[in-house]
C-alpha cells in the first residue's frame, strides 16, 4: 500500500518511513546499530559543532534498557517496552569555539536523527520518536552536565504486525498518515503568500516519479505502509 496524499514524486526511503507502536523482539544487529549512529554523526551542522550526543540501551544490558524506559511517560512505555533498542537524543546548548548558545543545537540533533531514521529505513528498521519523556528524570538519571539538554526518546527495531497489539493501540497503528499541503507551509514574498511553485502548480502523476517503490520497508508488515506518523 502507498502513503496517501503524497502530491509529489518522493525517494521511497522517505516515503516507506513511518513510526510503529508495534516492534517485534527480535535484537537489532550491532553492525546496524552502528551505521545508524554513523549516519547520524555525518549530519549537517551549524558551524560543524555536532551538537547531538545519544544515549543507547538495547534489551541485552537490562538495567539500563530499564532505567531509560523509565524515563518515558506511561502512555509510551506501554509499547516501547517491547523494542529492542531505546534511545535518548541530547543537544550540546553551546558552541565549542565560543562558548555562546547555539540556537541551531535543537534543529542540528533534529538532522542527525533524520540520518539515523533513513538509514533504519533503509536497513529494514523502524525507529518511532518520542517527546513523551520526563527530562529532568532523564537528566537525573544520566548524569547530564551543564550545557547538555535531553530532547527526545527513540524507539528502534523491526516493526511486528498489529495483531501483536492490544485493541486501542491497533487503532494507533493502522490510523492514516496526514501531512499539511504545501500550501500551508511554502510561502514566497510574505508570510502567509503562497508560493507560485505549489499554488498553481499541476500536479505530478505516477509516470513522473523518479523514485519507483523498489526499496525499503523490507520485514515489514503489509498492513502498516500507510500507518503512523
Not at 48 to 58: L, S
Not at 84 to 104: C, E
Amino acid at each position: 500500500m502507498e502513503s496517501p496524499g503524497i502530491r509529489y514524486p518522493i525517494h521511497e526511503l522517505i516515503r516507506s518511513r513511518w513510526s510503529p507502536v508495534a516492534f517485534s523482539p527480535k535484537p537489532v544487529e550491532p553492525e546496524k546499530l552502528r551505521s545508524l549512529l554513523e549516519a547520524a554523526r555525518w549530519a549537517p551542522s551549524s558551524f560543524n559543532e555536532q551538537p547531538w550526543r545519544f544515549i543507547v540501551a538495547t534489551r541485552d544490558g537490562k538495567a539500563e534498557f530499564e532505567r531509560l524506559l523509565n524515563c518515558l511517560i506511561p502512555g509510551n512505555i506501554e509499547w516501547a517496552q517491547n523494542a529492542p533498542v531505546l534511545m535518548l537524543s541530547i543537544a550540546k546548548l553551546h558552541f565549542t569555539r565560543d562558548g555562546k548558545p547555539n540556537r541551531h543545537a535543537f534543529h542540528d540533533v533534529g538532522q542527525a536523527v533524520g540520518n539515523l531514521i533513513l538509514q533504519a529505513t533503509a536497513l529494514g528498521l523502524s525507529v518511532h520518536q518520542m517527546a513523551g519523556f520526563d527530562v529532568e528524570r532523564a537528566r537525573q538519571t544520566f548524569g547530564l552536565p551543564e550545557g547538555y539538554e535531553p530532547v527526545g526518546g527513540i524507539a528502534l527495531g523491526y516493526a511486528a504486525g498489529v495483531e501483536t497489539l492490544p485493541e486501542r493501540l491497533r487503532k494507533r497503528q493502522q490510523s492514516s498518515r496526514t501531512r499539511k499541503p504545501l500550501e500551508e507551509i511554502m510561502f514566497c514574498c510574505r508570510w502567509g503568500q503562497v508560493s507560485p511553485l505549489v499554488g498553481n502548480h499541476t500536479e505530478a502523476g505516477p509516470e513522473d516519479d523518479p523514485y519507483p517503490p523498489t526499496v525499503g520497508r523490507t520485514n515489514v508488515p503489509e498492513t502498516s505502509v500507510k500507518e503512523v506518523d
